[in-house]
């Protein structure tokens, strides 16, 4: 069985920055279960996953621009204390999901000045090269509840 549309596919993953950094790793837990070809995955990982098989290892560098996209600095802005509910209790590294003029994302507040509160609707990695070493370890078909959901389910687990 290959990899390919609508097979569930379990990987164990290392992904590492420009510098070698370890971002991210499956190590010491299960593998990522994701059902391909649905956008469950960043696409760069995905489209170099297509067609391989179980054992099979690579290396997979991916440009921001198919990772978690390049940084939108329309996404970056200064609030004010007072517009939040919290504002007694705000932090750096605060996360928040909003909508701030059209744009609904998950800010993460990056720094606090007296009363101004400056966030950032970017993913954390966005603008990031990607470099990941990837094995397969499994490839099943979907069942059908995986297909209508267009998500993995894990072994035994149905919602
Ligand atoms: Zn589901």
């Known amino acids: 069985m290959k990899v390919e ?3 569930v ?3 164990h993953y290392t992904l590492k920055d420009d510098n070698g950094n370890v971002i991210d790793t499956s190590e010491g837990r299960d593998p990522l279960a994701y059902l ?3 956008h469950n995955i960043i696409l760069g990982l995905e489209e170099k996953l297509e067609g391989k098989k179980v054992g099979d290892k690579l290396h997979v560098d991916v440009s921001p621009e198919k990772g978690y996209g390049i940084v939108d600095e329309a996404l970056k802005m200064v609030l004010k204390k007072e517009q939040f509910e919290n504002s007694d209790k705000l932090q750096v590294g605060m996360q ?3 909508q701030i003029g059209n744009n ?3 800010y993460t507040i990056t720094n606090i000045k007296d009363n101004d509160v400056f ?3 970017n993913h954390p990695l966005a603008g990031m090269n990607l470099h ?3 094995e397969i ?3 099943r078909d979907a069942t059908a509840e995986e297909l209508e959901h267009g998500h993995a389910h894990m072994e035994g687990h149905s919602h």
């Open 5 to 7: 549309k609508n097979k």
């Open 9 to 11: 596919v379990s990987i």
């Open 36 to 38: 391909h070809g649905n």
């Open 96 to 98: 928040f999901q909003a």
């Open 104 to 106: 609904i994302a998950i």
């Open 119 to 121: 966030v950032d609707g």
């Open 132 to 134: 990941f070493d990837v």
């Open 137 to 139: 370890m499994d490839i």
